[in-house]
């Protein structure tokens, strides 16, 4: 079983940065990818970033790229998400999630692991 906690969310204003952390257990996660989504109240959930553990190739939704970096430290077993230029549009719950498998996707239904999510709020 593959357990993931986020952390790192909190305020920030408009232009900063914030950076959050995935935290998993389990099994090896050579073979997978890790992803970060986002869910803004009254909208749907929305890709964000992934990366692949074994190559560190990475994907990014085109609304971040530029401003967001996803990394991973092996030897923590964590997976990063880096904001910068923050907007108010980025503000939501931002949820880690992995699959058994090192090919990446965009779709939420690929994802069978997942956090409970942190709150993101920036302020205008």
């Known amino acids: 079983q593959v357990h993931l906690v986020e952390s790192g969310g909190g305020v920030a204003a408009a232009g900063g940065s914030l950076s959050l952390s995935c935290a998993a257990s389990?099994?090896?996660?050579?073979?997978?990818?890790v992803g970060w989504f986002r869910q803004a109240p009254g909208k749907e959930r929305m890709f964000v970033a992934a990366i692949n553990w074994a190559g560190a190739s990475v994907n990014y939704a085109d609304v971040v790229k530029g401003r967001f970096t996803i990394t991973r430290d092996n030897a923590k077993n964590t997976v990063y998400l880096q904001m910068n230029n923050l907007t108010p549009d980025d503000t939501a719950v931002y949820y880690c999630?992995?699959?058994?498998?090192?090919?990446?996707?965009?779709?939420?239904?690929?994802?069978?692991?997942w956090g409970q999510g942190t709150q993101v709020t920036v302020s205008s």
């Open positions: 389990g099994p090896s996660f050579t073979d997978n990818v």
């Open positions: 999630a992995a699959r058994a498998s090192p090919k990446i996707v965009q779709f939420q239904d690929e994802f069978p692991y």
